[in-house]
């Protein structure tokens, strides 16, 4: 298993409250990523980072931020928690190999409810 | 519009049959596929990818078949196994090999 571990990893908390999701890698790579999973709409790129300080929206950005000021630490920050934003977060890790095409690997992921 | 498509939500197959999960994309740059196996509470895990060039990889009992002309690919379980039941998710990736699109998942149930 890759070694990603995501905190905390279940959540409750109320709209309008900031929350911090943590990432923590021991794997070394450069790539890391925050994906939400909502039924019918499998998982949706938050953010990515490809190196530290160095991050890009993805595809579902409003609402979050993200920082890494560490290789092995991204987080996810909602600054004010919305009821739509209740969903299971994963963070994944992946590096360019020079080979064909590259491999994402995921956390356990972060079940966040909001109130 | 979702640039990675699953259109079958649930799938359900006897025990010892084949399973085919199919994927369809709409975008030309992507070159390599991957799908991912995720059960309940847990996070996806890797199971098998492959590369534009080819057309088919296999690997034990999984095995991807690829149609670029078509921008389809289909993963075949043989023979599925109760283990196998699980939510499996198509990705694809471009050539810069940073970002992955995920399709909306298939739920396979692998009846005893």
């Known amino acids: 298993d890759a070694g990603i571990t995501q905190s905390p990893r279940h959540k409750v908390t109320e709209t309008g409250t900031p929350v911090t999701l943590r990432c923590h890698q021991t794997?070394?790579?450069?790539?890391m990523y925050w994906y939400r999973q909502d039924p019918g709409h499998g998982l949706r790129l938050i953010h990515y980072s490809y190196g530290v300080k160095d991050t890009d929206k993805g595809e579902v950005s409003d609402g979050y931020s993200v920082s890494r000021s560490k290789t092995e630490d991204f987080l996810l920050t909602l600054e004010s928690a919305t009821s739509s934003q209740t969903s299971v977060y994963f963070c994944?890790?992946?590096?360019?190999?020079?080979?064909?095409?590259?491999?994402?690997?995921f956390g356990e992921g972060s079940w966040l409810t909001v109130v | 519009d979702q640039q990675v498509k699953q259109n079958s939500p649930s799938l359900s197959v006897q025990e010892g049959r084949i399973s085919i999960l199919n994927c369809d994309y709409t975008n030309s740059m992507f070159d390599y596929f991957l799908w991912y196996k995720k059960y309940p509470a847990e996070g996806p895990t890797f199971l098998i990818s492959i590369s534009s060039i080819k057309d088919k990889n296999e690997d034990g009992r999984f095995t991807v078949f690829l149609n670029k002309s078509a921008k389809h690919l289909s993963l075949h379980i043989v023979p599925s196994q109760p283990g196998d039941s699980a939510v499996y998710f198509c990705?694809?990736?471009?050539?810069?090999?940073?970002?992955?699109?995920f399709g909306p998942g298939t739920r396979l149930s692998v009846l005893p």
């Open positions: 794997e070394n790579h450069r790539y």
């Open positions: 990705a694809a990736s471009d050539n810069y090999g940073q970002n992955f699109v």
């Open positions: 994944a890790i992946s590096e360019l190999t020079g080979g064909p095409g590259n491999t994402i690997y």
